[in-house]
C-alpha cells in the first residue's frame, strides 16, 4: 500500500536506510518469485549493494529480514543462500492460505463493481495470452493483480495485508515450472471469475478453495515426488 510522502529529513526519505532495505527486500522477493534467484543459489551482499548504489549496511538489514520470513538462509562460513521449498514449510503456508483467502473472497464479493469485474475479465484473458506466450515473469504479475483486485475489495485492510504476507511465502518459481497446470489454473481462475460476476460469495469462497487446492497438491507432488492427500482435511497429515 503507498505511504504518504516523507520530507527530505525523515527517516522514509528517498536516501534514507529503511527505504533503500526496503526497495532490496521488494526487489529480492520479485527475483526469488519468478525464478530469477535460483533456489539455494548463493546471494552476495557486495553485488546486490553495487545494483542498489548503496552501502553493505542497508542489504545486510534486508537479508536478515528475508531470512526471518524463510526466503533466505544464513550458513555459518559460506554467507547467505536462497532458502530452498521445503514441504512442511509450504504445507503450513497453504493452511492459513486456505482458511484466510475463501473467507477474503466472500467479503469482497459484496464490494466489486462493473468496472472491477471488467478488469477481472481482462487480466484473465491476459493471462492465457501470456502463459501460451510463455512469459513468466508477466503471467506472475497478471496473477498477483488478478487475485489482489479481489483481496483489496475486503473491507479491512489488515486482512489484505495477512494475505500478501503469505503470498510472499509461498514457493511461486516452482509452482510456475509445472507445465501440466496452465490449463487447469485457466479453468479455475475462469470459475472464480464466473462465481464474481455472478455475485455468489459461496460459489465465490468455493471456487477459491478449489484453486488453492489444486494448486498446493501439484506444488506438493512436485516436492515429494508422490501424491499427497490434501491436509486441510482434519483426518489427514
Known amino acids: 500500500m503507498a505511504k504518504p510522502p516523507s520530507s527530505p529529513s525523515s527517516s522514509g526519505s528517498a536516501d534514507s536506510p529503511r527505504t533503500k532495505r526496503d ?15 535460483a533456489r539455494g543459489s548463493r546471494i552476495r551482499q557486495d553485488v546486490i549493494a553495487a545494483r ?17 520470513e524463510g526466503m533466505l538462509v544464513s ?11 521445503d514441504y512442511e514449510r509450504v504445507k503450513t503456508v497453504y493452511l492459513l492460505r486456505r482458511l484466510v483467502e475463501p473467507y477474503a473472497m466472500r467479503r469482497a464479493a ?3 463493481s462493473p468496472k472491477d469485474l471488467d478488469l477481472a475479465q481482462r487480466l484473465v484473458d491476459d493471462m492465457e495470452r501470456v502463459a501460451a506466450e510463455g512469459d513468466r515473469a ?56 464466473k462465481a464474481a460476476q455472478d455475485g ?18 501439484a506444488l506438493a507432488r512436485h516436492l515429494t515426488g508422490y501424491e499427497v492427500t490434501d491436509p486441510f482435511e482434519i483426518d489427514n497429515d
Open 200 to 217: 455468489d460469495p459461496d460459489a465465490l469462497a468455493r471456487a477459491t478453495e478449489e484453486h488453492l487446492a489444486s494448486s498446493f497438491l
Open 138 to 193: 508477466t503471467l506472475n504479475e497478471k496473477n498477483r493483480r488478478f487475485h489482489f483486485l479481489f483481496y483489496d475489495r475486503t473491507g479491512n485492510e489488515g486482512l489484505t495485508e495477512e494475505v500478501a504476507l503469505l503470498w510472499q511465502q509461498f514457493p511461486w518459481d516452482v509452482l510456475q515450472v509445472i507445465a501440466h497446470r496452465a490449463d487447469e489454473v485457466s479453468q479455475e481462475h475462469r470459475a472464480i471469475l
Open 52 to 68: 542498489f548504489k548503496t552501502s553493505i549496511t542497508p542489504v545486510r538489514e534486508a537479508l536478515r529480514l528475508l531470512e526471518a
Open 75 to 85: 550458513e555459518p562460513h559460506r554467507g547467505v543462500r536462497v532458502a530452498d521449498a
Open 23 to 37: 526497495r532490496i527486500v521488494a526487489e529480492l522477493r520479485r527475483m526469488i518469485a519468478e525464478g530469477e534467484l
Open 110 to 112: 459484496r464490494r466489486l
